[in-house]
């Protein structure tokens, strides 16, 4: 008496993380960054299967390890996150990092590069493989959203900016965009990841692993400062 049903796969636009962030650059090149996150679909139900159930001093150990993502010796000065067995309110949490030396200066210059998300939970694609015999399969397709604002140090300017570029074919996009705010000291970044499909042909798999690498090009991701003199 059974019966197969095809399971409820929900798009990209359900599969949803929205992400806030700041980073607060110092003239040592120690960073604070802060992460607000707002989850849906596959990335909700990800983000409460790690936090239900845990004990006080497990969530503290858990949003230390997300700390420990950004970079050696950070550490968390606050986190918050919604009730994870409240089901009927949107999952969402956010976290205050302080992380020394992130920034690297040598001489007149500061190195700085883009810090990738630390979260375990949201659900990323690695084509890790040069070549495939066989289709490529994520879990599901996605939408990931990032606005971030980068405060540069006190005596420091812009001399390096990656391009702004967008890439798109039927199963992926890719967007990034730079935009100094006006008031000069502030760097603006947003990106966007879209997955459109979960399955991606053998035959189609280099273009898409070429188009997700672009990611991690360090031209994509480097922010040069330069000291101002006098």
């Known amino acids: ?12 636009e359900v599969n949803l993380a929205n992400i806030d962030a700041t980073y607060d650059l110092d003239q040592n090149g120690d960073l604070r960054s802060s992460f607000s996150l707002s989850l849906d679909g596959y990335m909700d ?3 409460r299967v790690q936090l239900k159930n845990k004990k006080p001093v497990e969530l503290e150990q858990y949003f230390q390890r997300i700390a420990n993502n950004i970079g050696f010796g950070s550490r968390t000065e606050r986190y918050s996150h919604s009730d994870p067995e409240n089901l009927q309110n949107p999952m969402e949490l956010s976290i205050d990092v302080v992380s020394p030396e992130i920034g690297v200066v040598q001489d007149e210059m500061m190195i700085f590069e883009l ?3 630390p979260f375990h939970f949201i659900y990323s694609v690695a084509p890790s493989l040069e070549m495939r015999f066989y289709d490529f399969m994520a879990v599901t397709d996605f939408t990931i959203s990032v606005n971030a604002t980068i405060d ?17 074919n039927e ?5 990034f965009d730079f935009e100094q705010d006006s008031r000069n000291g502030v760097l603006n970044y947003t990106s966007t ?38």
Not at 1 to 12: K, R, S, V
Not at 208 to 213: I, S
């Open 115 to 117: 810090i990738g998300l």
């Open 1 to 12: 008496g059974a019966e197969l049903i095809e399971a409820y796969d929900p798009p990209h």
């Open 152 to 168: 540069l140090p006190d005596g420091y300017r812009l001399a390096f900016v990656p391009d702004d570029f967008e890439m798109e």
């Open 45 to 47: 139900y990800r983000a």
């Open 193 to 230: 990841t879209v997955l459109k499909q979960k399955r991606i042909p053998a035959d189609d798999y280099f273009e898409f692993k070429e188009m997700f690498d672009e990611r991690f090009k360090r031209k994509n991701r480097i922010i040069l400062l330069e000291r101002i003199s006098g």
């Open 171 to 175: 199963y992926v996009r890719l967007l």
